[in-house]
């Protein structure tokens, strides 16, 4: 069992920033960490997602180019860092982890099923 926490989120305003925090109990038998979100009366969808072995890194257009995820292994913990928030961005946003055991094309494409842990989400709040 591995447990995500995330951290980060908040209020800001449009056109600000903010860098969200997943920190996770054990990697060892992970594959990749990955960023959703879920605004209300929508869908979950992937934004973003990194591959805990080489860092590879895979995004979804909605948000390429505002927002970048990185990873700091010593610590098992996985950022995003999201840079001209528009007031779409508010949702929840949860990170997930896939085992190791995860094709590659579905760790790529983010799809929720593909994700095996979740943590509780932080709320972002895009607003002025």
């Known amino acids: 069992q591995v447990h995500l926490a995330e951290s980060g989120g908040g209020l800001v305003q449009p056109g600000g920033s903010l860098r969200l925090s997943c920190a996770a109990s054990s990697t060892s038998a992970l594959g990749a960490i990955g960023w959703f979100r879920q605004a209300p009366g929508k869908e979950r969808e992937g934004l973003s997602s990194?591959?805990?072995?080489?860092?590879?890194?895979f995004y979804k257009d909605s948000v390429k180019g505002r927002f970048t995820i990185s990873r700091d292994n010593a610590k098992n913990t996985v950022f995003l860092q999201m840079n001209n928030l528009k007031p779409e961005d508010t949702a929840i946003y949860y990170c997930?982890?896939?085992?190791?055991?995860?094709?590659?094309?579905?760790?790529?494409?983010?799809?929720?099923?593909?994700?095996?842990?979740w943590g509780q989400g932080t709320q972002v709040t895009v607003s002025s």
């Open positions: 997930a982890a896939a085992t190791d055991a995860t094709p590659l094309f579905h760790i790529a494409n983010m799809r929720t099923r593909s994700y095996d842990y």
């Open positions: 990194i591959t805990v072995r080489d860092g590879k890194t």
